[in-house]
Nanobody, 114 residues
């Protein structure tokens, strides 16, 4: 059974930092990523990492502020210089196929106060 479990969300002031973690189990993945969603909006891509190569990809809105990394069966999203616009539920995602993500975590709330 494939499971993705996120942790590390919370409340932080603007300019602060948080680190999200995602622990994966049940299979080997080609990629893992993070998405976020706010009420009334579609889920949007934040960052991804190719598991074998370690190549990373970022949305323009987070480049230079967020860093995705991996360590064994975990991946991490280090978020710096947070702004209220980063407030959202963040979801860990993982994919085993050539493209896309088949597996999703339950989400963790990140709230940035101004």
């Amino acid at each position: 059974q494939v499971q993705l479990v996120e942790s590390g969300g919370g409340l932080v002031q603007a300019g602060g930092s948080l680190r999200l973690s995602c622990t994966a189990s049940g299979t080997t993945f080609n990629r893992m990523g993070w998405f976020r969603q706010t009420p009334g909006k579609e889920r949007e891509f934040v960052a991804a990492i190719a598991w074998r190569s370690g190549n990373t990809y970022y949305a323009d809105s987070v480049k230079g502020r967020f860093t995705i990394s991996r360590d064994n069966a975990k991946n991490y999203l280090q978020m710096n210089s947070l702004s209220p616009e980063d407030t959202a539920v963040y979801y860990c995602a993982a994919g085993t196929r050539i493209t896309g993500y088949e597996y999703w975590g339950q989400g963790t709330q990140v709230t940035v106060s101004s």
